[in-house]
């Protein structure tokens, strides 16, 4: 399971889009608005 980095919902790795800088998005649309701060650890 990883969590997007941009609205932190946790999918698994394998239905996960991910980034040139390693990070991990639920969708296209978040990876292409990017990581979002302030997410809840």
Not at 12 to 38: F, I, K, L, N
């Amino acid at each position: 399971m990883v969590r997007c980095a941009h609205c932190g919902l946790h999918l698994p790795e394998s239905e996960s889009v991910r980034s040139a800088d390693g990070q991990d998005y639920c969708s296209p649309a978040h990876q292409t608005s990017g990581p979002r701060t302030g997410l809840p650890s």
